[in-house]
């Protein structure tokens, strides 16, 4: 697999090698040893999550404040662009984000470590988007950023963007709960 750092170092993608032909391909998706070698630090993944939306569904920008989730994400079936943000006051990196176009046809994985929020928006007609997760949810640490409360460039889409209740209500960075 191939392993790239993005402007935050601490979030990777992860293009895995994949073989195929005129009948498909096959491609590993995860190896704990190998993926433990790419984060310099062993992992454990104890939930793993699938959500379906259309296009124009906007997730996020999630995250627990305690029982922190590291995610490993990844798009079977449409398009999104990911974004995380670094919520960790003493990194270099603090309020700052990275958004990675996921699909079915790149195949990439997106790691964010524990100390981000994260959320994705749907460009596809219909995405399905799996989530591999260091920690439980725990619906009463969750927090919300507003996704439009930074200055994340999210794509311009030809349909407005569906949010749900909870992320409607979503603070602005300065009157969140933080890492340190």
């Known amino acids: 697999m191939k392993v790239t750092p993005t402007f935050i170092p601490d979030v990777l993608v992860i293009e895995p090698k994949v073989f195929g032909d005129a009948r498909g391909f096959f491609f590993e998706s995860f190896n704990q040893k190998a993926f433990d070698d790419a984060v310099g630090r062993q992992v454990e993944f104890v939930q793993d999550n699938h959500s379906r939306s259309r296009k124009g569904v906007l997730r996020g920008l999630h995250y ?11 798009v079977v079936c449409g398009t999104v662009f990911d974004v995380a943000v670094d ?3 003493s990194s270099p990196t603090f309020g700052k984000w990275v958004g990675v176009e996921l699909s ?5 994985q997106l790691w964010i470590p524990e100390g981000f929020a994260h959320g994705f928006v749907v460009l596809s007609e219909q995405a399905d988007f799996l989530y591999k997760t260091t920690d439980y949810y725990a619906p009463g640490h969750e927090r919300c950023i ?6 994340i460039r999210w794509p311009d889409l030809d349909v407005p963007f569906s949010l749900s209740e909870k992320d409607r209500q979503g603070v602005g960075l300065s009157g969140a709960e933080l890492f340190e």
Do not use: A, F, T
């Not at 507003?146 to 200055?151: E, H, I, P, R």
């Open 87 to 89: 919520i960790r006051k």
């Open 146 to 151: 507003g996704w439009d409360s930074l200055d």
């Open 64 to 74: 627990q404040i305690q029982q922190p989730q590291g995610k490993l994400v990844r």
């Open 104 to 108: 079915e046809h790149n195949q990439r």
